[in-house]
C-alpha cells in the first residue's frame, strides 16, 4: 500500500505537496507517518488513560453517561467529545502541523465537527464483525447524489503500532469516495475480504487523513494480544449545522479553556456574549 512519509520537521509551509492533494483526490485517504513525535505520544497515551479510567468511573455511577462513553470489554472503550479531557487533547484540535492539510482540503476557514478516542484489545473484540460505513447525516450525505463531495474530513491518530495488519486498522476501499452507487449488501458483510479493501498500516505516529464519503471500518483482530489506541478530530465547513459534540460543552469551555485562536473553529454563538463575526470566521 503506497503510503507518503511525513517527517516531524518537514517545512509544513509547503505541506501537503502535489503528490499528497493527487493521491487523497484519487484515492480518498491519505497516511502522514512520523507526524508525531515518540514523547508528544507518550504524553497523549498516558492523558488517554487517566481519561478513560476516569470516564469508566463516572459511567458506572451514572449509566446516562453510557451514551458518551462506549464500553466495548473489560480493556476497550471509545469516549467521545474529548476535547475537555485533558488539555493535550484539546492542543490537537489546531495543531500546527496539520492545519495546513486541513485548509488546503476543506478550505481556509473550516469549523470542528467531532472528536473520540479508541482503545481497543482483542481479547475483547476478536469475534467483532460488520461495520462498514460512510460518514455523515442523512446516512453520509447520500441524500446530495454520487459522487458524495467532501463534508468532513477526518483525522486519525494511530498512537500505538499498526505497522502490520490485523490490529483493527482502520481499513478502507480506496477510491470509494467517487462511486456512484453504494456497494453491494452482500460485500457490506465481509470483513478485509471486502473487494479492494486496504487494512491502513502504519506506525505510531501516523496520522490518516480520510474523506467522509470513502467507505470504511476497523479492521478484524489477528489475536486476543494486539491492540490498536487512535485519536480522531473531525472538521467541516462552517456554514454547516453544529453538531452533536459542540452542544456538550460549558460556557466555562468556550470562553475560558479554549485559546482565543480556537473560537474561529466554532459558531460564534457558544460563546458569552455571543461573537459577532464578520464571514464565517
Not at 30 to 57: P, S
Not at 107 to 114: E, S, T
Not at 141 to 157: A, D, E, F, H, S
Not at 179 to 205: I, N, S, T, W, Y
Request: proline share 8%.
Amino acid at each position: 500500500m503506497p503510503t507518503l512519509d511525513a517527517p516531524i520537521a518537514a517545512d509544513i509551509a509547503t505541506a501537503p505537496t502535489q503528490a499528497e492533494r493527487f493521491f487523497f483526490d484519487n484515492n480518498g485517504y491519505l497516511v502522514l507517518e512520523n507526524f508525531l513525535a515518540a514523547d508528544h505520544i507518550a504524553r497523549l497515551l498516558d492523558a488517554l488513560d487517566r481519561a478513560v479510567a476516569r470516564r469508566r468511573r463516572a459511567a458506572e455511577a451514572d449509566p446516562s453517561l453510557n451514551r458518551i462513553t462506549l464500553k466495548n470489554g473489560p480493556k476497550s472503550t471509545r469516549i467521545l467529545y474529548i476535547l475537555d479531557d485533558d488539555p493535550l487533547f484539546l492542543e490537537m484540535l489546531d495543531w500546527p502541523a496539520i492545519l495546513p492539510y486541513v485548509k488546503a482540503l476543506m478550505g481556509p476557514i473550516f469549523h470542528h465537527l467531532a472528536s473520540d478516542a479508541i482503545v481497543e484489545h482483542g481479547s475483547d473484540l476478536i469475534s467483532r464483525t460488520g461495520g462498514w460505513h460512510i460518514d455523515g447525516n442523512f446516512g453520509g450525505y447520500r441524500n446530495l447524489g454520487y459522487p458524495i463531495p467532501l463534508m468532513q474530513l477526518k483525522v486519525g491518530y494511530y498512537l500505538t503500532d499498526m505497522s502490520r495488519p490485523g490490529n483493527a486498522n482502520l481499513t478502507v476501499v480506496p477510491g470509494s469516495h467517487k462511486a456512484a452507487h453504494p456497494p453491494a449488501e452482500e460485500d457490506l458483510k465481509r470483513r478485509d475480504l471486502f473487494p479492494g479493501a486496504v487494512q491502513v498500516c502504519a506506525p505510531a505516529g501516523s496520522a490518516i487523513l480520510f474523506h467522509n464519503a470513502i467507505w470504511h471500518t476497523a479492521g478484524p483482530f489477528a489475536s486476543p494480544e494486539h491492540q490498536r489506541t487512535m485519536l480522531y478530530y473531525a472538521y467541516e465547513h462552517p456554514w454547516m449545522l453544529s453538531c452533536e459534540e459542540t452542544w456538550h460543552y460549558d460556557k466555562d469551555f468556550y470562553n475560558h479553556r479554549l485559546k482565543p485562536e480556537q473560537h474561529k473553529y466554532f459558531h460564534g454563538l457558544f460563546f458569552d456574549p455571543h461573537e459577532r463575526r464578520q464571514g464565517w470566521g
